[in-house]
């Protein structure tokens, strides 16, 4: 139990951005589906302020904004998986919805939350590093509402923890509309179809043509302190055709240049291999496609 | 003028095989069953426990006083303040409140009960306990090695340093080694048998740590009352051994102790014995003069509850180039964990699938159960035979191969039959055995996919089938583990021909009442609707033994019956009085007296009995029974005709296995089993499907995950129950072999589907790999080490039978 000093539920950004100002003892609650089991368990301690920011417009919807598609942070994973624009345009996020814990759960939780929670097995971020995407952050530093840009790769600096400034708001994420002949796939290995906790999962993404992906990218979940980008793999993959002996040895690549760990659901060791055999299957696909 | 009534003639019909839904289905499925949890008595406080923060430690000192002093807290316990504790559990070695240490990291060290919840949880973390570790023991094969660091080291004197309070009698003194139980068995000669032998196989199999995971947690509310009379809301399969062991503990006449079971959300065996929560509610009731109610959340449910018994065990097979069998040696090591519960005892069953589920001539069984800080093992569903009969089942096929015999002709060889007695001693008088299994085999297509299967192990492709076969035999007809196995009965007929059915025998979610009412009705030829159960309070209720040993619907159904035959005999001979006819001629049926031969309805049965009551020789028509089985208390040597029946099943499961990934996915799982007779045909397919989807979570995806005695999964995120959409197709027959002693010819089948599920998927792993795994569960790593050569080493040390 925390002991919460002040609850507030600000109804605009600018509101929620100066109370971050004021005091950085604030705690921010969305979906709530992250929050509350990690505070129950004792993993997290609930700050004096408790913001609830589900009352904020402008964190909301999913629209086409110059060029790219923004998502409000609140967006639920719900939402996302019965947007037409997201089914259109970026499928790879239906599939990671579709593998997100259960209905209820689904129903609640936001993406800007499982951006936040930065987990290194969080299920949409995989496919979001694949697709380029952006985060949005505002803040209100001197007496003006603010807002920058950084690409959601660099935004993870550890298990939970990102660059989001204490007196920072995650508002959106930006995803460039995706050119012709885009591919993205995306895939989490856990124990049972759904309700699971990813073992690891992969993200494949780029330009196809003639069975050979250009601005190639390659993003892995659950093997590393943070969701990764694998700037080697790409590299290995980036324009060449995939026959037999290339997919093998951008496998390959991407078993080295994983760090996973031991934990209770699977050993460092079998994380590799499932990296490069699920990698494998995955360029078959591609290379069949 | 009255109009003489049309004669109305009633038509035969039955109840028994029909499609009877559960009669606690509507209230369970709208919500409205009231569980443990619904239950608040006027008055009541919460109890939360404190549990130990080391897995192995002397505990040095315990300050309450910031704890007491918390507004709402109405009572602060430990060891200290309870002068009359007394030691607890199968074999007495367990304080509920912990004195001097503390032997795992679930153990008990202080208890409040305050106005609330969130009270009593902030009075926990205001108490300070000062440890003092002690060496950690987690792995058996340590513990049990002449020198090791004792769990309970012997003796504890009055005022030593293991002391319990010199006023709290002692059945339990200590050990002078970690050996907590053994178990020695044998028939024949296994080394004479050995040298017979064409072929011998040996291998070691390692079984895990599974949990019950009943979707009720454990509680219970206890109530004195102005007289110092004990009123227990318990979730108990065994009301009437916890009256007696209760008033044991607590130093009270059981005349004064009563015992009422809420609807109970699953026991699955894991309510069979007495926990120190339940102690330690009676003993916060009492501290505080209140009622308190202490119920587990779900994280204390998986750290604090009893497991299934993790095993390492070795067994040596062998046969004759003809297939028959020619002995079994098995050694088996058990963790006990900390304390000794039920799991211990596993062994009773184990033996009896090593030495009679297939005939064999000569077999040694040998278990040592060893204390260590691990958590303790509790009886659960299968109670060992899941164990047992993965090892057996593994050599059936291997010791087929080995000898180039056709595996199903193998176990067919070596089935046993009816009217055969086990080396053990048990009798089977009805016995399905090889109907179960080539019903199973040709409902399968078993054959011819086996051997498609291995042609196909190096066929191009990540995805290998697989198809394996297993069986097992399980007591069917109760279990004569005390002295009684008995149930008694108490049956009233009332005014409008309705019955109230009054059993000792506790519904827990498995159709009891439904089948007990469905014998009932159709012996007075009544409707279901015609019957209430009454069967939750040891006040009202006649003895019963418990919820055990699948044994409620046999020993409580015969029960039921004898009642009902008792009742339907009364009726008739006053329907013969009122009718002038001999009673033979009589008969009952859709709630009317009837003329026997020709179904003519006589008299409705209401208005007999109005007739009866309202008579200046008035009658009740009310009957008690008691049914004891036929069976025998084994001899000290193990062997006797335990059981009046026995139930036996084969089961064929097939796979797909990802050679690249380890994933084992259930495709079909088709199961014949030998149940005597399907008295409701509803009832027994749930809890044949239910029982093999536990079997599929021990065999694929459960697993307790416990590191130097820490539990590192308490939660179902990482404890893994099979979700629907993992569940295989199902496909059931029934091999009705009306036992002569069964209720309607019926057997138990409680524990019997859950037991051969994860043998009979070994078989089919190996079927499509050629790769022989040993340990559980077949989780996707484990699966995926072992086909490329990674698999674990099991070994059994040789001092294991020391």
């Known amino acids: 139990m925390t002991e919460i000093e002040q609850y507030v539920a600000p109804s605009s950004l600018e509101q929620a951005a100066e109370y971050l100002q004021r005091s950085g003892e604030v705690t921010i609650l969305a979906g709530g589906t992250d929050l509350m089991p990690q505070s129950q368990g004792g993993r997290l301690k609930i700050k004096r302020t408790l913001m609830n920011i589900q009352h904020i417009p402008e964190l909301k919807g999913i629209a086409i904004d110059g060029g790219a598609i923004r998502i409000g942070a609140l967006a639920t994973i719900t939402e996302i998986m019965q947007s037409e624009l997201i089914k259109k345009h970026l499928p790879i996020l239906i599939e990671a919805c579709d593998h997100f814990a259960s209905d209820q759960i689904r129903n609640a939780a936001t993406l800007g939350g499982n951006v936040c929670n930065a987990s290194p097995a969080g299920d949409m971020l995989v496919p979001l590093l694949v697709l380029d995407a952006e985060v949005e952050l505002a803040s209100k530093p001197d007496g003006g509402l603010t807002r920058r840009r950084l690409p959601l790769s660099e935004f993870f600096v550890g298990p939970g923890k990102t660059r989001r400034a204490p007196s920072e708001l995650l508002a959106g994420l930006r995803i460039g509309l995706p050119g012709a002949h885009h591919y993205a796939r995306f895939f989490k290995f856990g124990t049972r179809p759904a309700l699971d906790i990813a073992t690891i999962s992969i993200g494949i993404a780029g330009t196809l043509n003639n069975g050979a992906l250009s601005s190639a990218r390659v993003a892995f979940g659950a093997v590393a302190p943070v969701p990764m980008r694998a700037p080697r793999t790409e590299q290995a993959l980036e324009a060449r055709r995939l026959d037999a002996a290339t997919i093998e040895a951008v496998a390959g690549v991407a078993r080295d240049e994983v760090t996973p760990i031991d934990d209770v659901r699977a050993s460092a060791w079998y994380r590799k291999e499932l990296i490069h055999n699920i990698t494998k299957r995955m360029l078959d696909h591609v290379a069949q496609a | ?802």
């Open chain 2, 1 to 802: 003028m009255k109009v003489a009534e049309k004669t109305k003639f009633i038509q035969p019909g039955t109840l028994i095989g029909k499609r009877i839904p559960k009669m606690d289905a509507p209230e369970k499925a709208s919500g409205k069953t009231r569980y443990i949890h619904d239950i608040d008595l006027p008055g009541q406080l919460y109890g939360k426990i404190l549990r130990s923060e080391r897995v192995h430690a002397r505990i040095k000192h315990i300050d309450t006083a910031a704890a007491k002093a918390l507004p709402g807290v109405h009572a602060v316990i430990t060891a200290a303040d309870i002068v009359d504790q007394r030691p607890i559990g199968v074999a007495k070695d367990h304080l509920p409140l912990k004195t001097d240490k503390v032997r795992s990291l679930r153990d008990e060290v202080a208890a409040v009960a305050a106005e609330s919840e969130q009270i009593a949880l902030a009075a926990l973390r205001l108490i300070k306990v000062e440890y003092e570790d002690l060496p950690i023991l987690t792995d058996p094969a340590e513990a049990i090695k002449p020198g090791a660091t004792l769990i309970h080291p012997e003796p504890r004197q009055p005022g030593g340093q293991d002391a319990l309070k010199p006023s709290g009698p002692v059945a339990f003194t200590g050990k002078p080694d970690n050996i907590a139980m053994r178990f020695d068995y044998c028939h024949g000669d296994v080394v004479q048998a050995e040298a017979e032998s064409d072929a011998v196989v040996e291998d070691t199999f390692k079984l895990h740590y599974v949990t019950h995971c009943c979707m009720g947690v454990s509680g219970m509310i206890a109530d004195f009352d102005s007289s110092g009379n004990l009123l227990m809301y318990s979730n108990t399969q065994v009301p009437f051994l916890h009256k007696r062991e209760f008033a044991e503990y607590l130093n009270m006449d059981p005349g004064r102790i009563r015992i009422i079971q809420p609807a109970i959300g699953g026991g699955f065996g894991s309510k069979l014995d007495i926990y120190p929560f339940e102690v330690i509610c009676v003993f916060l009731a009492r501290a505080a003069k209140r009622p308190v109610k202490l119920v587990f959340t779900r994280e204390e449910e998986f750290i604090s509850s009893p497991t299934r018994q993790p095993v390492l065990l070795t067994l040596r097979s062998g046969c004759k180039r003809d297939g028959s069998l020619t002995f079994r040696t098995v050694h088996t090591l058990h963790d006990n964990g900390a304390y000794t519960s039920w799991g211990a005892t596993t062994p009773f069953v184990m033996m009896q699938t090593f030495s009679s589920l297939y005939r064999v001539p000569n077999c040694d069984y040998h278990t040592v159960a060893v204390y260590t800080n691990n958590p303790y093992a509790g009886s659960f569903r299968g109670y060992g035979n899941l164990q047992a009969t993965f090892a057996v089942e593994a050599h059936m096929d291997k010791l087929a191969e080995a000898i180039g015999m056709d595996t199903l002709e193998f176990r067919l060889k070596n089935a046993q039959e009816q009217g055969e007695v086990s080396g053990q001693g048990m009798e089977f008088d009805s016995c399905g055995f090889k109907e179960c299994l080539t019903t199973a085999a040709e409902r399968s297509d078993f054959r011819r996919k086996f051997a498609e299967n291995v042609k196909n192990r190096n066929a191009p492709g990540a995805i290998k089938r697989g198809v394996g076969i297993a069986s097992m035999l399980h007591v069917g007809g109760g279990a004569k583990i005390y002295p009684s196995d008995g149930c008694g009965t108490i049956l009233k007929l009332d005014d409008f021909g309705q019955v109230t059915l009054i059993t000792g025998a506790s519904e827990i979610g498995q159709g009891s009442e439904t089948v007990l009412s469905q014998l009932v009705c159709e012996e007075l030829g009544l409707p279901m609707s015609a019957l209430t159960v009454v069967n939750n309070d040891t006040a009202i209720t006649p003895w019963d033994v418990g919820v055990h040993a699948s044994r409620t619907t046999f020993i409580a159904g015969n029960s039921a019956l004898g009642a009902a035959r008792l009742a339907k005999a009364k009726v008739l001979a006053a329907a013969a009085r009122k009718f002038e006819c001999p009673a033979e001629e009589l008969d009952l049926r859709g709630g009317y007296v009837i003329k026997a031969a020709s179904g003519e309805a006589l008299i409705d049965l209401p208005r007999l009995m109005r007739n009866l009551h309202f008579s200046d020789k008035a009658e009740l028509v009310m009957t008690t029974f008691y049914y004891e089985p036929p069976s025998s208390y084994q001899d000290k040597r193990y062997k006797g005709n335990v059981s009046a029946a026995y139930a036996w099943a084969s089961q064929v499961v097939e796979v797909e296995v990802d050679t690249e990934t380890g994933i084992v996915k259930m495709t079909k799982i088709t199961a014949a089993h030998d149940v005597g007779r399907v008295l409701n045909r509803l009832g027994i397919e749930g809890q044949i499907e239910g029982g093999i989807v536990m079997g599929q979570g021990y065999a694929l995806t459960e697993s307790l995950i416990i590191e130097n005695g820490v539990m590192r999964n308490p939660s179902f995120r990482d404890y893994k129950l099979v979700t629907a959409p993992e569940i295989p197709e199902i496909d059931i027959s029934f091999i009705e072999t009306m036992d002569g002693e069964g209720p309607q010819g019926a057997k138990g089948v409680g524990e019997a589907p859950a037991i051969c599920v994860a043998a009979a998927t070994a078989n089919a792993i190996y079927n499509a790999t050629g790769v022989r795994i040993c340990g559980l569960p077949f989780t996707p790593e484990r699966v995926y080490r072992a086909l490329h050569g990674k698999g674990e080493k099991l070994y059994l040390a040789p001092e294991k039978a020391a």
